[in-house]
């Protein structure tokens, strides 16, 4: 009877979701229409190589797999960029070589390799992030002192250098030992996984077109790395805020510039799909089942996309999702020592992006309960509260000494506003109800991208498994409710992880509907997804075994498609060919640097500039004051407000803007030259105001 139920399920989805997957695929053709054509033909092609690897890899080169996708991995990464791969293949070792010392002498003992990778680099990178932000705050910040860290480290901690080759070698001695592996699911999995792959290493490797990259993250590294000082940005009331993945940007961009900047921040999306991985075999998944959940959790295009690019948001996962996991440990272990562990990598978090709340406020009620549990509870409470208040709030306490008024993002005191002081309970309730069409059906709301399925197609086709008993009974003649037997297969850590995820779901959608706020849960809810998925597979006979494939091939062409769209481009293919450097490519790809790169010919040290609209902060020429206001399409009041008379010596301005010419509005204020104009920005000359 399930498998009726989840097949007229199934097909009921692909005929709601055919349309985007049509529009996906047609809008290949807004570039030209060779595009669309040639993804019509290079499909089929795609198709028929995963169903052969599916079949060839069954008798030995799935054994081989993981070493294959390493493989592809680094020599991409060293191809392109070596200096910038070996330094942040450097940071990582050094991270993982203190964190595993730490956790050695906390007694959390070996585990599994993964568990040893994720959690020693968690420990790891949030005592870097505290090390970065004393640096910062000592004005030391300098290659020489930076590569004096990482060389004590290495030196100091050498033997659990080793530790991290011989885990490394674990994980895959385990992988070619699992036989399981060897199931189609698995095979069109990995298969699936280097196409990912290729388009995750091709966002990390060409300069970076993202627009929170360019406007806020990069341009505070880049002030931090010059100014040497972790002050506030000029002009950029966001670096306020915690900047754990910007000191972390900071320290790439002093070792081998801004190829690690950008290379920093995808790190924790591996780690994030190594840590999910342990997280779905703790919960009792199988090996196949967690694979599957990773490759198609980590595929959702919205989440691709934020994992790859430079980024916080994937650092919070990480971290949010490895104190989960310490919780887990100990549910499993019954050693405290793994809740202020836990407590410790969470509060991390907190340095990373003010959204953490959300995520906070379950692991706030699991940590709590874990102490209560102890024999002697106030010592316990007391120890985490401590814990906390050292690493979780210090980027705040900095905020509040230098400015009070930004303690508090505007953004989020908005939200709060409006959700909890609303006058109409029903439209919240409408609201609330609201959200989760929105994400999966008008994404585009929800998310920075021409995207209407952001979320992809593998939640709403897989989502009934959640209501299906898919475990043989273990004594057919005992009849039990439909009920009790979906309840009975949801283990004790699953649970705990399902309430995570619930609470977690609960206040992110009361206050906000940005998609990247939700990476945890969805991410937890895609990879526990996938073990059932493997549950039905392995319940029936081939007829529905066929339909599973196809199922599970439909929802990972819908990502590929989307991940597509918002991560790939024709002068990208053409800098990867070497028929593009670093300059020509963003000349061709990012319709603000052409203005920026002239600007850069005119200026002088010292000078200042303003921008309507060009808000690309982080290839402005270096030495300069560039302020730039962005959002609005009329920027009449932008110019009458922030330019007018103000003492600038250039401005950049868009050529087409709702309300009128902004150079028209500028010209009531004072006279200005255009310099240079190639239809998207013109770059101006600004003469002194006249006296009045």
Wanted: net charge positive.
């Amino acid at each position: 009877m399930s498998a009726v139920v989840w097949l007229v399920w199934f097909i009921a989805a692909v005929i709601l979701t055919a349309g985007q997957l049509r529009w996906q695929i047609d809008f290949f053709g807004h570039p030209g229409p060779a595009f669309r054509a040639a993804l019509l033909l290079a499909l089929p092609v795609l198709l028929l190589l995963v169903g052969l690897w599916a079949w060839v890899r069954r008798a030995f080169l799935w054994r081989y797999e993981l070493r294959m996708l390493a493989v592809l991995a680094a020599a991409t990464l060293l191809f392109y960029e070596p200096r910038a791969t070996l330094a942040c293949l450097w940071i990582v070792v050094a991270c993982y070589a203190f964190g595993h010392f730490v956790k050695a002498r906390a007694g959390l003992g070996e585990g599994a390799p993964i568990e040893d990778i994720a959690i020693s680099a968690a420990i790891g990178f949030a005592t870097l992030i505290v090390v970065l932000f004393g640096m910062g705050i000592a004005g030391w910040y300098y290659a020489p002192v930076l590569i004096g860290l990482l060389a004590l480290v290495s030196v100091v901690f050498w033997r659990h250098v080793v530790a991290l080759a011989t885990a490394v070698r674990a994980l895959d001695a385990g992988w070619r030992s699992a036989d399981e592996l060897r199931s189609p699911l698995a095979g069109i999995a990995i298969a699936f996984s280097a196409v990912f792959l290729i388009s995750s290493c091709m966002v990390i490797l060409a300069p970076s077109l993202a627009y929170d990259v360019l406007n806020m993250h990069l341009p505070s590294a880049l002030f931090y790395g010059r100014q040497h000082v972790l002050l506030p940005v000029p002009d950029l009331d966001y670096s306020y805020y915690p900047q754990g993945v910007e000191a972390l940007m900071t320290a790439g961009l002093m070792l081998a510039g801004q190829p690690l900047a950008q290379m920093l921040p995808p790190v924790f999306f591996l780690l994030t799909a190594l840590l999910l991985f342990r997280i779905i075999r703790i919960c009792g998944g199988s090996i196949p089942g967690a694979a599957l959940g990773v490759v198609c959790g980590t595929s959702v295009p919205f989440l691709h996309w934020t994992g790859s690019v430079a980024k916080n948001d994937m650092a919070m996962t990480f971290f949010e999702l490895a104190a989960l996991y310490c919780y887990l440990r100990w549910r499993e272990s019954g050693r405290f020592a793994w809740i202020p562990a836990g407590v410790f990598i969470g509060s991390a978090a907190f340095g990373v992006k003010d959204v953490v709340l959300f995520g906070a406020i379950p692991l706030t009620l699991l940590f709590l309960f874990a102490a209560w549990r102890q024999p002697r509870r106030w010592p316990a409470l007391a120890t985490l509260v401590a814990l906390f208040l050292v690493f979780g709030l210090f980027w705040q306490v900095r905020t509040w000494i230098i400015a009070p008024n930004q303690v508090v993002p505007s953004a989020a005191a908005k939200s709060i506003r409006g959700a909890v002081l609303g006058p109409d309970p029903l439209r919240k309730i409408q609201r609330y109800l609201h959200v989760g069409w929105q994400i999966q059906f008008e994404g585009n709301r929800s998310f920075e991208s021409p995207l209407h399925v952001p979320l992809g197609a593998f939640l709403i086709v897989f989502a009934p498994l959640w209501l299906m008993p898919l475990r043989r009974a273990r004594d057919p003649r005992v009849k039990v409710s439909l009920w009790r037997a979906v309840v009975d297969e949801i283990s004790p850590a699953e649970r705990a992880c399902l309430l995570f995820a619930f609470l977690y779901l609960a206040s992110w959608a009361l206050f906000w509907g940005v998609l990247r706020y939700a990476i945890p849960p969805i991410l937890l809810l895609c990879g526990l997804t996938g073990e059932r998925i493997v549950r039905l597979y392995g319940r029936y006979g081939w007829p529905l075994r066929a339909v599973v494939l196809g199922a599970c091939t439909y929802v990972l062409v819908f990502a590929m498609t989307g991940v597509m769209i918002i991560e790939l481009n024709g002068p990208q293919l053409l800098y990867f060919a070497g028929r593009l450097d670093k300059a020509g490519y963003l000349r061709e790809a990012l319709q603000t640097y052409r203005s920026l790169e002239f600007l850069g010919t005119v200026v002088v040290p010292g000078d200042a500039v303003a921008s309507a609209g060009n808000c690309s902060t982080a290839y402005a020429p270096g030495g300069i004051r560039f302020v730039a206001w962005c959002g609005p399409k009329d920027y009449t009041a932008t110019i009458q407000r922030n330019i007018g008379c103000k003492p600038f010596q250039y401005v950049v301005l868009p050529d087409h803007s709702q309300g009128g010419s902004p150079e028209a509005v500028l010209r009531q204020y004072r006279n200005l030259t255009r310099l240079f104009d190639d239809s998207n920005f013109s770059v101006y000359r600004l003469e002194s105001c006249p006296a009045h």
